[in-house]
């Protein structure tokens, strides 16, 4: 059967390194994502990427050794691991997410090839399943957001996501703003970034990261009542907030923390902080329609999606 599956991105509005400890988080799906176009069948998933020339193959049941696959390769080994579907693929993965630059490329990644590969329609469980695929993948604790908006993503709307609860709710974003995402060009390796660091002490609650996670849990639920109200001055102080928290954290970096202050002193923006887990990638800013001429407008979309034919 040929199908064809998207998944898209994510940008995190604020509410980070509080999924490791079922906190808020309020990011959208947008309009940059990630296909799996194909036909089921066959022993092996056989996959060629734009950004790779050789093709990927992973056969059905054996466990593929991780090592031999390039990186993105391993994440296709780990839904299959998951998934473990009855029938091969053979297809091609296209992608316009920017690698590296925070937006959840892997993510799009596993849920786009899991529903491809003839994952079920329940949400939560594929979400679940895709983060899985990626903690066996690349060994990354990761925590649930950026698989669950790529699933559940609402066209018009960031997602206010409980971790814990495993519950979430669209936000309306308001037709007066943008939310901007400006790339910081310092490429964020997870893997070897000190990111299963970072969760350790959010899960431990050592003073730093238990103060910050108790205040951005707060900033995460204040700015999905903000938001409907227009409260445009008050998000902004808040998502600036959110950033010196990160920064006492430590997952900020020199060149995101520069790139915060420069943008927060630019007319028409009223507030930005890093996206994600940090250590580089992205900077998400909300501003007046225009504000900024460097960046791009992130639309907030709606989640992953499947054709067949
Ligand atoms: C990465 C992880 C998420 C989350 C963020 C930080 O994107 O995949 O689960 O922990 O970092 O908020």
């Known amino acids: 059967m040929g199908v064809s599956a998207f998944a898209p991105g994510r940008v995190n509005l604020i509410g980070d390194h509080t999924d490791h400890t079922g ?29 790779d020339p050789r093709p990927v193959v992973v056969p059905l049941g054996d466990a593929p050794d991780l090592e031999r696959l390039p990186p993105w390769g391993r994440y296709v080994a780990g839904v299959v691991g998951e998934l473990q579907p009855s029938d091969g693929f053979t297809g091609r993965v296209t992608t316009t997410l920017p690698v590296g630059a925070g937006l959840s490329s892997s993510a799009a990644l596993t849920v786009s090839l899991a529903l491809a590969l003839g994952a079920g329609p329940d949400q939560l469980a594929l979400a679940e399943l895709c ?37 979430w709710r669209p936000v309306p974003i308001p037709d007066q703003v943008h939310v901007v995402v400006v790339d910081s060009g310092e490429p964020r390796a997870l893997v070897d970034s000190a990111y299963a660091e970072i969760r ?65 002193a630019t007319p028409g923006v ?22 900024l001429d460097e960046g791009w407008v992130a639309h907030p979309s709606a989640g992953a999606a499947l054709r067949s034919w």
């Not at 808020?24 to 296909?35: H, M, N």
């Open 200 to 264: 350790a002490r959010c899960v431990d609650g050592e003073a730093v990261a238990r103060r910050h996670v108790g205040s951005e849990n707060d900033r995460a639920h204040q700015v999905a009542e903000l938001l409907p109200e227009s409260r445009f001055d008050e998000i902004g102080e808040l998502m600036v907030a959110s950033h010196r928290s990160l920064a006492d954290l430590g997952v900020s970096t020199p060149a995101l923390d520069s790139l915060v202050e420069r943008l927060i």
């Open 131 to 167: 983060q899985r695929a990626e903690q066996r993948a690349v060994g990354v604790p990761c925590g649930i957001m950026d698989q669950l908006t790529a699933v559940a993503g609402v066209e018009g709307s960031a997602l206010l996501i409980d971790t814990g609860a495993k519950q």
């Open 23 to 51: 906190g808020l988080v309020l990011p959208l799906a947008i309009q940059l994502g990630t296909t799996v176009v194909g036909e089921r069948g066959g022993a092996v998933v056989e996959l060629t990427s734009d950004h």
């Open 270 to 291: 009223y507030g930005a902080r890093l996206t994600g887990a940090g250590f580089g990638g992205s900077v998400v800013v909300l501003c007046r329609l225009g504000a």
